[in-house]
């Protein structure tokens, strides 16, 4: 096992494997890990198989971290039982895939509501094609797909309300100004589940991807789920595609459990990432097949002076049985947007193939933070162009007047 414990930053380093003393310590990091056989860039079309354990400041002192210090996931999870069910059909949705429901889905968590201090509910999504907008859940409640239910995004705008900018962000992060409403979403819950027997949930994202290109969007494109100041959160055996923006988004969320979940999208869609733990702790992701357009699993903290005021860092965080591929992003990524800071993130039995890059981490002048305690292990990548990217200068500012939108 290669361990590289970095004490310090600055002009002058020495390395505690290889002795030598060097002006630069991130250049040293990539030789020791390609063996001093050359620079990581030319790695393409290579196997390699890395057990690492990267212990990284990138801004101030970082303590050594012992994978001892690796988070539990059993206490992750929710209740998975609800003492009361009903069907979306039972409020008049109709799963043609041109039928809008939205109201349905709404009527339907309403009167769920009232079993909340009762052991909670369950939502049952039949068979069938569910068009709908935005729809907020409750919590103690259970999301439930059958296996052929597929819950489909509306490729009307409309659909999507715009609500402010995270406080973290200060802005969109595409645009200035507010961003679309998650298709599926939560603020300040506690025990949700979204569940099924591998249902789907569609973003139809197309509409979004060439609004993006095309540079005709009004505001920042939505995500599939995001859950905002919530705990006892759990995604499994779902089926995840097309989403607009990235895929599966905490933010400022504890005990986060997401297992079992395949997240699609086609490779040239921009920014698509598949799970973007964002300012949040006690996060476990587990068993997932993972294909989209951008990072398949990516750690922020907020962006800038926002992140830095707002000051909620992402940690405890666990990644286990993985598997992806993704042409123009990064397997496993932390950043860019990280000034709240990152720490104490264990990943393990990671299989990448056919991708740009296995790890990644990404900042930019001025963005503070810092990236410390990260446990990476058995990792085995075939057809990954660059293995490990480090990148000091990536993206672009809050305040920026144009923003190339480097995500």
């Given at each position: 096992m290669t361990r590289i414990a970095r004490q310090q930053l600055g002009p002058r380093y020495v390395s505690p494997l290889t002795k030598k003393r060097t002006t630069s310590p991130l250049h040293d990091l990539s030789s020791i890990i390609a063996g001093e056989s050359g620079s990581l860039s030319h790695m393409k079309r290579s196997k390699a198989?890395?057990?690492?354990?990267?212990?990284?400041?990138?801004?101030?002192?970082?303590?050594?971290?012992?994978?001892?210090?690796?988070?539990?996931?059993?206490?992750?999870?929710?209740?998975?039982?609800?003492?009361?069910?009903?069907?979306?059909?039972?409020?008049?949705?109709?799963?043609?895939?041109?039928t809008l429901n939205t109201k349905a889905f709404e009527n339907a968590i309403f009167y769920l509501n009232s079993f909340a201090d009762k052991g909670g509910a369950q939502l049952f999504v039949p068979a069938g094609r569910w068009l709908t907008g935005s729809f907020m859940l409750i919590s103690h409640l259970t999301l439930s797909l059958d296996k052929d239910a597929v819950i489909?995004?509306?490729?009307?705008?409309?659909?999507?309300?715009?609500?402010?900018?995270?406080?973290?962000?200060?802005?969109?992060?595409?645009?200035?100004?507010?961003?679309?409403?998650?298709?599926?979403?939560?603020?300040?819950?506690?025990?949700?589940?979204?569940?099924?027997?591998?249902?789907?949930?569609?973003?139809?994202?197309?509409?979004?991807?060439?609004?993006?290109?095309?540079?005709?969007?009004?505001?920042?494109?939505?995500?599939?789920?995001?859950?905002?100041?919530?705990?006892?959160?759990?995604?499994?055996?779902?089926?995840?595609?097309?989403?607009?923006?990235?895929?599966?988004?905490?933010?400022?969320?504890?005990?986060?459990?997401?297992?079992?979940?395949?997240?699609?999208?086609?490779?040239?869609?921009?920014?698509?990432?598949?799970?973007?733990?964002?300012s949040s702790n006690n996060v476990c992701i587990e068993d997932c097949y993972i294909s989209t357009g951008n990072d398949l699993i990516v750690i922020k903290s907020g962006w800038d002076e926002y992140g830095i005021s707002f000051a909620r860092p992402s940690y405890n965080i666990s990644i286990c049985r993985i598997t992806g591929e993704t042409k123009s992003g990064t397997a496993i990524a932390f950043g860019s947007e990280m000034s709240g800071g990152i720490s104490n993130v264990n990943a393990e039995d990671i299989h990448i193939f056919n991708s740009k890059h296995g790890i990644g981490i990404k900042t930019s002048k001025g963005r503070g933070g810092y990236v410390r305690d990260i446990y990476i292990s058995n990792m085995t990548m075939k057809d990954v162009d660059i293995a490990i990217m480090i990148q000091g200068h990536y993206g672009e500012h809050p305040d920026d007047e144009t923003l190339s939108v480097k995500i």
């Open positions: 198989l890395f057990e690492v354990v990267l212990l990284l400041a990138l801004i101030g002192e970082a303590p050594w971290a012992a994978a001892s210090h690796r988070f539990d996931c059993k206490s992750t999870k929710s209740k998975l039982y609800r003492p009361h069910s009903v069907s979306v059909t039972e409020f008049g949705a109709v799963g043609d895939g041109v489909l995004g509306s490729t009307d705008p409309s659909h999507w309300p715009v609500i402010d900018p995270l406080p973290s962000y200060g802005r969109g992060r595409e645009l200035p100004g507010g961003r679309h409403e998650s298709l599926v979403h939560g603020y300040n819950l506690t025990d949700v589940v979204i569940t099924g027997s591998n249902g789907t949930i569609d973003g139809q994202g197309s509409f979004w991807w060439d609004s993006f290109n095309n540079k005709t969007l009004d505001y920042t494109r939505p995500h599939l789920v995001e859950f905002m100041y919530s705990t006892g959160i759990v995604i499994l055996n779902l089926t995840f595609a097309n989403s607009p923006f990235g895929a599966i988004h905490p933010v400022y969320c504890s005990q986060v459990f997401i297992k079992n979940v395949t997240i699609l999208a086609p490779p040239d869609s921009p920014n698509t990432d598949a799970i973007d733990p964002d």
